[in-house]
């Protein structure tokens, strides 16, 4: 099941044209990847600040279906996948939320952008490969799909 991210777009996500700068919605869904880590017990400071196991982001794609303004109310659905012992990549699927209805409310959401983030796990000193540490293992059964190998705990 992936995880769920609610964010709304600021004035300073927008450009001239009063829409989403295309590089902000890669730093909606980084903000919303953060988010799924925390939620799932990894402490950002010790994964992004100086880890003995540094995951770069290796590849990004993005497709839009449909402008976001400022003052939309968007739903981030994040979903990990194991590629390799050393990779994953994570998809954001974005959607505009809006509610109708004066005495039943109800939410509909429409799809508004597409992500993928490609991530390569590699060893902070030698900067080879090296297997997925078992805290974002245990990130991506939460989330997502990791290849079904078993979790050695350290």
């Known amino acids: 099941m992936p995880f769920t991210y609610h964010r709304t777009i600021r004035f300073s996500d927008t450009d001239a044209a009063g829409v989403v700068f ?13 988010a799924s880590l925390s939620a799932a017990g990894i402490n950002a400071s010790d ?6 196991i540094a995951i770069p982001i290796t590849h990004t794609t993005v497709d839009f279906t449909r402008p976001l303004f400022c003052g939309d109310d968007v739903r981030v659905y994040v979903t990990p996948k194991q590629l ?23 939410v509909q959401e429409f799809p508004a952008a597409r992500g993928f983030t490609k991530h390569v796990c590699i060893d902070s000193a030698s900067r ?4 997925i540490p078992p805290n974002v293992m245990h990130w991506l059964e939460q989330w997502g799909k990791s290849l079904g190998n ?3 705990l350290l």
Do not use: W
């Not at 994964?47 to 003995?52: D, I």
């Not at 080879?128 to 297997?131: D, H, L, N, S, V």
């Open 22 to 34: 295309f590089a902000n919605i890669l730093t909606i869904c980084h903000e919303a990847y953060e």
């Open 150 to 152: 078993p979790i050695e």
């Open 47 to 52: 994964f992004f600040c100086y880890p003995r």
């Open 128 to 131: 080879t490969r090296t297997q």
């Open 84 to 106: 390799k012992d050393s990779e994953f990549e994570v998809a954001y699927d974005l959607f505009t939320v809006e509610t109708t209805g004066d005495e039943i409310t109800s």
